[in-house]
DNA sequence: AATTACGATATGTATGTACATAATTGTCAA
DNA sequence: TTGACAATTATGTACATACATATCGTAATT
């Protein structure tokens, strides 16, 4: 004798399982149709296989994926209730330049402006949390998309910390991939903001001076230990989207 | 007989099943130790459930979780492989105006500057992927920390899939955290750009006009219902930051 | 009255099994 | 060579079942 029952044979059409989308949508449209409020308690697991006609794991998947993106709140013996406030952050996905240059169809193209490896600079040092004499890799580059100007990437490379990338000399990789690559990081902090074109960027952007900049700053660590700081200047019409 | 053999009983300790999470940190683990590359084909669900001593489904879920966060790529019948470019996604808290405001100890205050109901223009029916007459709530708000612009709201609201909100004054309660409290969604796009200020929005923000603003977009759905759609402007020395 | 212990309960997860589905590979014919 | 189609295979998911675990309410104890 098997564990699973034999199914009873549907009448018609390839299958009637319930699956768990279907639960998911079902009860998406009971919270958006109100019979659900924010804050109310629904039935159980168990209950609602009853009422959906499949197996009480198959609803716990549906309930489980929806807590998981903040839909409803779970709680074990305490039962399942819509989210009062649904509070949610944004997941926002950091591609590689090439890949998202890619990714439109573009062409993809990258130049190293300047190269240099010097002693940190004061303020390198503060953003980074260095202390004492640090030599850094200093890139000044810019990414093309079907050979228009795409980003202008101004990178510090910790090279304390990287050492294995002071002889690289990037004419087919970019920094970028490179250190992703071969520097994982642990830690990460961004910062998002806009700016206005110096007369370099926007020469090098090929934008007018003072045209607003979509400004992306990273800087990763690998435990303690800073890795780089990287400043990602765009153009104006530049859109970075995430829908989820 | 029963459908699950009863488990060896284990020399000591509570239990030692195999739990998913077990598998999803370890196969972090080899990712992290290049025991397993960036496109790297990894072994089948039935080999890792074999390895690991425990069931498919088991791996399964683990990987299926992996998946969700991008760390892995599976693909039926070609198996799963390490995701090449480990786009590290940065989770962005959403922040309700109010709360960020007030986390900088500033004093938080908004001001309604128009609010109308009328048909869905042209240009928010296509970004909403409305079709036919839908009626609109439209709202434009001023945010203020400590008595200065801080951030320029001009936001949408399908009234159709909000009708709760039409009665609303918005006299004690932003908008914004309106929404969030009656208006469960269950998908989101955000935008991130930076534009140049018109005369209006500058005028508003307290700034000069052509300076650049940071723009975060951002729309909501609940099933395929879109909810609102929100552009907010904030001033140039505006940084959004997120470190994980 | 406050604290602790315990039982009830809802969710959490592991397992064996069965079948579905997508995608690749191999085969054969035009 | 190529195109159509079938076989193969890895992942995807449903189900019944069993047990784990957190937590709430309540009863027993201090």
Redo the contacts between chains.
């Keep these: ?4 029952a034999p199914r009873p044979p549907e009448a018609s059409g390839p299958r009637a399982q319930t699956s768990f989308r279907t639960i998911k ?1 079902e009860i ?2 009971r ?2 149709d109100r019979i659900w409020q ?1 804050g109310e308690l629904i039935p159980g697991e168990e209950e609602l296989a009853r009422e959906f006609g499949c197996a009480r794991v198959t609803v716990n998947r549906a309930l489980r994926e929806l807590a998981q ?1 903040g ?1 409803v709140e779970r709680k074990r013996r305490a039962g399942t209730r ?15 330049v090439r ?1 998202e240059v890619e990714a439109l169809g573009a062409q993809y193209r990258f130049a190293v402006l300047s190269r240099e490896t010097l002693a940190a600079p004061e303020a390198m040092r503060a953003r980074l949390d260095l202390s004492g004499d640090v030599r850094m890799l200093h890139l000044r580059c810019l990414h093309f998309a079907d050979n228009r100007p795409w980003q202008f990437e101004d990178r510090w490379i910790n090279l304390a910390a990287v050492p294995d990338i002071e002889p690289e000399t990037f004419e087919t990789i970019s920094p970028n991939e490179w250190l ?2 071969n520097a ?2 642990s ?10 074109a110096t007369t370099e960027e926007a020469e090098l952007l090929g934008i007018a001076k ?6 992306f700053e990273r800087t990763t660590w690998l435990l303690d230990q800073p890795l780089t700081h990287v400043r990602m200047l ?1 153009r ?1 019409d ?7």
Tied chains: 1, 2.
């Design positions: 004798m098997t564990a699973t949508t998406l449209r919270i958006r924010p993106i839909i819509i989210a009062e406030h649904p509070l949610r952050e944004a997941r926002l996905e950091i591609p590689v890949v992703v690559k994982p990081f830690e990460m902090e961004i910062a998002l903001s806009a700016t206005a003072g045209d607003p900049l979509f400004v765009h104006p530049y859109r970075m989207v995430s829908r989820f």
